[in-house]
Nanobody, 127 residues
Framework: QVQLVESGGGLVQPGGSLRLSCAAS????????IGWFRQAPGKEREGVSC????????YYADSVKGRFTISRDNAKNTVYLQMNSLKPEDTAVYYC????????????????????WGQGTQVTVSS
């Protein structure tokens, strides 16, 4: 069964850190660019970050640039999103998605371009 599973979300105070994981099963992440998206209550889903299949390009939305770092461990079939200096406005459900056709990450792209999606993990930043 092909699936992506996110984990690592939770409640953290402003200024804190979390590391989200996106683990694939049923297929090999090596061939896919991976995007992270988030959706806050009452807002549309937005692209946060992207990493190309070969690690040679990454992209970050302006809202997270300098605070979030995306990386991948193909041996573990997992992609990570390290989130530092978290702010209340980072509160959202975070989703990872896999895109077979994307070769470079000059942006996150649009949702319909992605082939597989995880179920999401909640991140809450609050004191």
């Amino acid at each position: 069964q092909v699936q992506l599973v996110e984990s690592g979300g939770g409640l953290v105070q402003p200024g804190g850190s979390l590391r989200l994981s996106c683990a694939a099963s049923g297929f090999t992440l090596d061939y896919y660019a991976i995007g992270w998206f988030r959706q806050a209550p009452g807002k549309e889903r937005e692209g946060v970050s992207c990493i190309s299949r070969s690690d040679d390009s990454t992209y970050y939305a302006d809202s997270v640039k300098g605070r979030f770092t995306i990386s991948r461990d193909n041996a573990k079939n997992t992609v990570y999103l390290q989130m530092n200096s978290l702010k209340p406005e980072d509160t959202a459900v975070y989703y990872c998605a896999a895109d077979l056709m994307r070769t470079q990450c000059t942006g996150v792209g649009v949702q319909w371009e992605y082939d597989y999606w995880g179920q999401g993990t909640q991140v809450t930043v609050s004191s």
